[in-house]
Nanobody, 124 residues
Framework: QVNLVESGGGLVQGGGSLRLSCAAS????????IAWIRQAPRKEREFVAA????????HYGDSVKGRFTISRDNGKNTVYLQMNMLKPEDTAIYYC?????????????????WGRGTQVTVSS
């Protein structure tokens, strides 16, 4: 079982940047494909980005393509989400989730482990 802890959230002005981290413990993060998923108040969870175990394959949600970049450092047991050109509609709690059997882009109920999330707030 892996434990995931997100960090790096905060309050930022529109147009600004943040880098989120997802630190794994208990098992090597290289055992898992990892996704970032967000949930805004009164909205459904939304897929943001996913990365395969080796990092060679990535996928992004349409709303963040060209602005966000997912990466991983298996040596540091951490996955990152670099968020640039942030918009107020990016405001949400951001979760990282581990996919044990797929490559990371799977239905929401297929993720095996979830972190507790980190709040990102973008002001206009």
């Amino acid at each position: 079982q892996v434990n995931l802890v997100e960090s790096g959230g905060g309050l930022v002005q529109g147009g600004g940047s943040l880098r989120l981290s997802c630190a794994a413990s208990g098992r090597a993060v290289s055992d898992y494909a990892i996704a970032w998923i967000r949930q805004a108040p009164r909205k459904e969870r939304e897929f943001v980005a996913a990365i395969s175990r080796s990092g060679t394959k990535t996928h992004y949600g349409d709303s963040v393509k060209g602005r966000f970049t997912i990466s991983r450092d298996n040596g540091k047991n951490t996955v990152y989400l670099q968020m640039n050109m942030l918009k107020p509609e990016d405001t949400a709690i951001y979760y990282c989730a581990a996919d044990e059997s797929g490559w990371g882009y799977v239905p929401m109920d297929r993720y095996d482990y979830w972190g507790r999330g980190t709040q990102v707030t973008v002001s206009s």
